[in-house]
């Protein structure tokens, strides 16, 4: 008689049955992480900058973001897809929270627009220098108002540093397509995405702009890859065993590319060099999203850096033992409440924008309001939090009533 179809691959039915796994603190304290240096990133400017992720080579934050996100949303939202869950709940039950996770998504990104409009008309009637209104792709908003406010709701028209919520709320949407191939064939999941994330750089395949021309800054054909990379970590961390494992050749090949990236970046002459011999390989017919550093279509040397990294961090057992720490707690405090931090950090950045724009001449606003920004994400998500627990707590019965007292101690024998 064959074996019963629980819905998992076999490397998950060979490790037994899915366990309750502990919150991992390093997927909070690098989600925390990212969303620090996303915030930092989006106050052009600052010395600060040189203290984030893409200085240690091609990737940046928000790659670090959309990897984190497809192992929290692998580790989240993984059991109900499994047929012991779907069986007893059924599968819409394990569709609907992806789903209502993407329309929140998409609510939030039309409340952040609506925001960043204000911030920057605002810094126009205070300061009237018009070239506020043409800042982080505005002009079509101020001079084609109505095309405009059609491609808003669409997620066609998209403005600077607010742009990363619509691709991640189209994977969302995707995403429970991709659990359930994952929880059966994990490879050939992994496989269907590294063919689209290929495909995309070869045919330039993006989601439209409307009314400017052109895609998506965060394409979600090519970035999805990082994400399906992060989900089947996550897919597989929840039923209780390793997709990518530990392995002494990975390791040391992951440290192999990154210090190969960081001479890349920073050996004189070097990188010159390494990118004439890309720009060869493209006229010589390679897939452009291979031979480029392009950020909309993720291209091979960011993708290659930001799954070397998350590798080679994950096999280090100090990271492992530094983010459980009490001292990483404001951070993973942080990475807990991602929405809402990335959201305020998000107006909290372009604020800090127009002030700095506003005053060039004021030499300490790059110092210290990036540090006021982080401190009050900080802030947020400690009420945030504190709100939370509050709300989860069990209510104190009430006092029964002095003459109620009396009859129970009466009839008490």
């Known amino acids: 008689m064959p074996p019963p179809n629980t819905g998992l691959s076999p490397a998950a039915r060979a490790a037994g049955a899915v366990p309750k796994s502990a919150r991992d603190p390093r997927i909070d304290l690098f989600r925390g992480l990212a969303l620090v ?17 893409r200085n240690l ?12 996100s497809g192992i929290a949303a692998g580790l989240a939202y ?21 789903w209502k ?51 808003i709701p669409l997620l066609t028209h998209q403005f600077g540093y607010v742009n990363i919520l619509p691709a991640y709320s189209v994977l969302l949407v995707c995403a429970p397509a991709a659990i359930m191939l994952g929880l059966r064939w994990p490879r050939l999941l992994l496989a269907l995405s590294l063919v689209l994330w290929l495909l995309t750089g070869v045919f330039r395949l993006n989601l439209p702009n409307y009314p400017n021309p052109g895609g998506w800054f965060f394409n979600p054909f090519a970035w999805q890859a990082i994400f399906v990379c992060g989900m089947l970590v996550g897919l597989s961390q929840r039923q209780g065993y390793r997709f990518f494992p ?45 031979t480029s550093h392009d950020k909309t279509y993720l291209s091979a040397p960011r993708f290659v850096h930001i799954l070397a990294l998350g590798y080679f961090l994950s096999q280090l057992q100090t990271v492992t033992r530094l983010s459980a720490h009490a001292v990483a707690s404001p951070v993973r405090l942080i990475g807990r409440h991602g929405l809402l931090v990335f959201a305020s950090g998000t107006v909290l950045a372009l604020i800090c ?3 700095m724009m506003a005053r060039p001449e004021a030499q300490w606003m790059p110092w210290v309001l990036p540090v006021v920004g982080t401190a009050a994400l900080y802030g947020i998500a400690w009420i945030a939090e504190t709100s939370r627990q509050v709300l989860a707590a069990p209510a104190d019965p009430k006092p029964a009533p002095a003459s109620l007292k009396a009859q129970t101690a009466e009839a008490t024998p």
């Open 353 to 355: 924008q127009v002030a």
């Open 101 to 151: 996770r993407a329309w929140s998504l998409y609510v939030v990104q039309l409340l952040l627009s609506a925001v960043a409009l204000g911030i920057f008309a605002a810094a126009f009637q205070i300061t009237t220098e018009a070239g506020f209104l043409t800042k982080i792709n505005m002009r079509q908003v101020f001079q084609n108002p109505t095309q405009s406010v059609i491609g």
């Open 78 to 98: 993984t059991p109900r897809f499994i047929a012991r869950g779907r069986v007893r709940h059924g599968l819409w039950r394990a569709i609907a929270p992806l």
């Open 246 to 290: 530990n392995s002494q050749a990975l390791f040391w090949l992951s440290v192999a590319v990154l210090l190969s990236v960081l001479a890349w970046r920073y050996v004189p002459g070097l990188g010159r060099f390494l990118n004439l011999q890309m720009h060869h390989l493209r006229e010589a017919g390679v897939p452009f999203n291979i």
């Open 37 to 53: 240096m996303i915030f930092i990133n989006h106050v052009p400017g600052n010395p600060y900058e040189a203290l984030t992720i």
């Open 57 to 68: 080579g091609f990737a940046d934050a928000a790659e670090a973001f959309f990897l984190m």
